[in-house]
């Protein structure tokens, strides 16, 4: 039996985050996990300044053709950055590689996960990634592009088996958040059974934060 609106699945949005639980979806101008027993959300969670997340390669790995929708994590050093060309200066100079305008354009919320992690709630925060899920859920196939409309009725049917999907996104989120958060709903409720996926090799980050991805 899934447990009800102790968990809950989070995605980021225009207005913010989108979090999708059994009984309810909503968005949320800020982040905060204190009314629910686990969160899985589609954002790194482990910063490193040193080589890249082993998480993230191995989950490129397995998406394939689909791998660039996992962006590089960006290092810590640069989170406090304010503009591009700051920032891809701070990276570079912390781990010797840039970050590109896609990964900085996510370090805001990058860093308003960063400050709520710790290692005593990690088991609580978990990052997930919605396309493995996805992928996961299609027999380890590839999907169209969730952008597309054979792609996003392809992520409903996938979802329905688990959830009743609401026909449209609330506002100040889009059709494809709505899928993802229910794709991170879905990975927190497997992880919460321990049924899930972990990409990763056990690497902590300096804070001691384990950087996985689960599905």
């Known amino acids: 039996m899934y447990p009800h609106d102790e968990i809950a699945g989070v995605d980021g949005c225009k207005a913010g985050w989108i979090v999708a639980t059994f009984g309810d979806v909503f968005v949320i101008p800020s982040l905060s996990i204190d009314q629910f027993d686990r969160v899985g959300i589609d954002m790194p ?5 040193g080589p890249p997340r082993a998480c993230d390669r191995a989950a490129r790995q397995y998406l394939g053709s689909s791998r660039s929708s996992v962006f590089p994590a960006p290092p810590r050093a640069a989170l406090t950055c304010t503009d591009y060309r700051s920032a891809l200066e701070a990276a570079r100079s912390a781990t010797g590689r840039g970050i590109s305008k896609q990964t900085f354009n996510t370090m805001r919320k990058v860093a308003e996960v960063d400050q709520l992690i710790d290692p005593a709630n990690q088991d609580v925060l978990v990052e997930v990634h919605p396309e493995c899920t996805f992928r996961m859920l299609n027999g380890d196939r590839s999907l169209p592009s969730k952008k597309t409309v054979d792609g996003q009725l392809l992520r409903r049917r996938l979802l329905a088996d688990h959830f009743k999907i609401p026909t449209i996104a609330p506002p100040g989120a889009a059709l494809d958040d709505l899928f ?7 990975s927190i409720s497997r992880f919460q059974r321990n049924e899930h996926r972990c990409f990763g090799d056990g690497q902590r980050d300096t804070r001691g934060i384990e950087m996985r991805i689960v599905c």
């Not at 969670?45 to 300044?49: A, K, P, Q």
């Open 180 to 186: 993802d958060a229910y794709a991170a709903l879905l």
């Open 45 to 49: 969670i482990g910063l490193t300044d």
